[in-house]
């Protein structure tokens, strides 16, 4: 079983920046990719962002290009996600979720295997 625990949201000005980390704790050596999702009152849960664990590869929602970074520390088991620039439409509950295999273009949630409880990311016009 592996538990995933997010940290860092909060309220931001748009413009502002926040940095989400989702520290994996259990058996994590099995978890290929590692991806956030958010999900706006209302609407259905989207990707952001995946990262291959094996190789740092990543991968990212059109709304979110040149804005968001996603990145890994494997010596804390820990991934993050750096927002830059943030809009009112990035307001959301962001959710850091885990899979066996490998990271792709798919962003079905029925393939991640593990799932945070959610940080919220409030951004203000």
């Known amino acids: 079983q592996v538990q995933l625990v997010e940290s860092g949201g909060g309220s931001v000005q748009a413009g502002g920046s926040l940095r989400l980390s989702c520290a994996a704790f259990g058996y994590t050596y099995n978890t290929n990719c590692m991806a956030w999702f958010r999900q706006a009152p209302g609407k259905e849960r989207e990707g952001v962002a995946t990262?291959?664990?094996?190789?740092?590869?990543?991968y990212y929602a059109d709304s979110v290009k040149g804005r968001f970074t996603i990145s890994q520390d494997n010596a804390k088991n820990t991934v993050y996600l750096q927002m830059n620039s943030l809009k009112p439409e990035d307001t959301a509950m962001y959710y850091c979720?885990?899979?066996?295999?490998?990271?792709?273009?798919?962003?079905?949630?029925?393939?991640?295997?593990?799932w945070g409880q959610g940080t919220q990311v409030t951004v203000s016009s």
């Open positions: 979720a885990a899979k066996f295999f490998a990271c792709g273009p798919s962003w079905q949630l029925a393939d991640y295997n593990y």
């Open positions: 990262i291959y664990t094996g190789g740092g590869s990543t």
